[in-house]
């Protein structure tokens, strides 16, 4: 189904920034690589279902650039490497993610290689439910990188760039599909500041070359989980790692950076270093059950309209909210959605 212009014309489309809870029925709530309860056609079919009531759910809450909520993957970055060669899952190895805490990973034993479609007939689905313009996300290159342990080309910069090169291909084919936003996610780009400048910036650019659709990249502070927040507090009274980022980004190719705001210690007058891209501005917290209000959501966009003009801001979450129930995610949506239509009748 081609995508149409009904909220394409008007200021402050929302979006979300990636996963939604998924129904009990297809996997455990409130888990990250929960597993899937159904096997073989059923779970093809439980997916089908799961991602028509997302779009449902986003639409009933004015969200304009819908998503699958990552309805059809168990992780928004494991899910994608389980699928390439060169990879080894059963003999895993411990290293520290993102500098935060510890974890067990695949381990890269040979080439990298893409030897299939892995998202394409998701996002080719995805397009098929919804006469709305529809977002897909992937990994970053850099925090897939971060989410492996390599014994094969023993540099990070070298299977970063096998990875843009495989995410290209990929998206590519999103693109032929009819995907009008790409976004690769980044957290990674949170840590890594100096591999950002001396090679994160060209490993991206790499993955989207070519690209007709837009294209976003994801940086954030992480999902509401206890080794994310009990980093954040280790950050001071001042978030300002995108000040690192933000002039890099400004003067790439990438058209989009959806970042985290809302109840954070980022200073937003940062996002004014971002001149000429599009700003999503996290403006729901995935770090609590609490749901915004509408007045709340519509506080955060003023506050960036400061320094962002409206017609390239987008009213985002901060992050993925698979953490959280169906109820709050609703809840939540509900609010992103209210909150930029009190914004949009204020601007007339």
């Given at each position: ?15 979300i920034a990636g996963s939604l809870p998924k129904p009990s029925w297809l996997a455990p709530p409130s888990q990250l690589w929960a597993p899937w309860q159904l096997e073989g056609q059923r779970l093809v079919e ?112 070298k299977l970063a760039m096998e990875f843009a090169a495989i995410l290209n291909a990929e998206a590519r084919e999103m693109d032929a599909a009819g995907i009008d936003v790409i976004q690769f996610d980044e957290p ?65 190719k990438i058209d989009q950076v959806s970042l985290e705001c809302a109840n954070s210690k980022v200073p937003l007058e940062l996002i004014g270093m971002l001149r000429g891209k599009d700003v999503l501005v996290g ?66």
């Amino acid at each position: 189904m081609p995508s149409t212009p009904d909220t394409a014309s008007r200021i402050l489309q929302t979006t979300i920034a990636g996963s939604l809870p998924k129904p009990s029925w297809l996997a455990p709530p409130s888990q990250l690589w929960a597993p899937w309860q159904l096997e073989g056609q059923r779970l093809v079919e439980g997916k089908h279902d799961a991602v028509r009531l997302a779009l449902a759910e986003q639409r009933r809450a004015g969200i304009d650039i819908a998503s699958d909520g990552e309805q059809t993957r168990r992780h928004f970055v494991t899910t994608f490497i389980e699928a390439l060669e060169g990879v080894d899952f059963e003999h895993k190895r411990t290293v520290r993610i993102r500098q935060r805490y510890d974890a067990d990973v695949p381990v890269v034993v040979g080439p990298v290689a893409r030897t299939r479609p892995i998202f394409v007939e998701d996002a080719r689905f995805l397009r098929s439910q919804t006469s709305r313009r529809v977002k897909f996300t992937l990994p970053g290159p850099m925090t897939m990188v971060d989410t492996l342990y390599d014994e094969h080309y023993k540099s990070r910069e070298k299977l970063a760039m096998e990875f843009a090169a495989i995410l290209n291909a990929e998206a590519r084919e999103m693109d032929a599909a009819g995907i009008d936003v790409i976004q690769f996610d980044e957290p990674a780009f949170n840590v890594y500041m100096d591999e950002v400048r001396d090679w994160g910036i060209a490993a991206l650019e790499k993955a989207t070359a070519g690209l007709k659709c837009k294209t976003a990249v994801h940086i954030c502070y992480g999902y509401g989980i206890k080794a994310n927040t009990d980093w954040k507090k280790t950050l001071g009274s001042e978030w300002r790692q995108y000040e690192s980022t933000f002039p890099l980004l400004a003067a790439s190719k990438i058209d989009q950076v959806s970042l985290e705001c809302a109840n954070s210690k980022v200073p937003l007058e940062l996002i004014g270093m971002l001149r000429g891209k599009d700003v999503l501005v996290g403006a729901i917290d995935v770090a609590t059950s609490t749901v915004e209000t509408p007045e709340d959501v519509a506080a955060t966009i003023r506050a960036a309209m400061k320094y962002v003009e409206p017609a390239k801001l987008y009213p985002c979450t901060n992050c993925g909210m698979v953490p959280l129930s169906r109820e709050v995610a609703a809840g939540k949506l509900k609010a992103l959605g209210a909150g930029a239509a009190l914004v949009r009748k204020e601007l007339g």
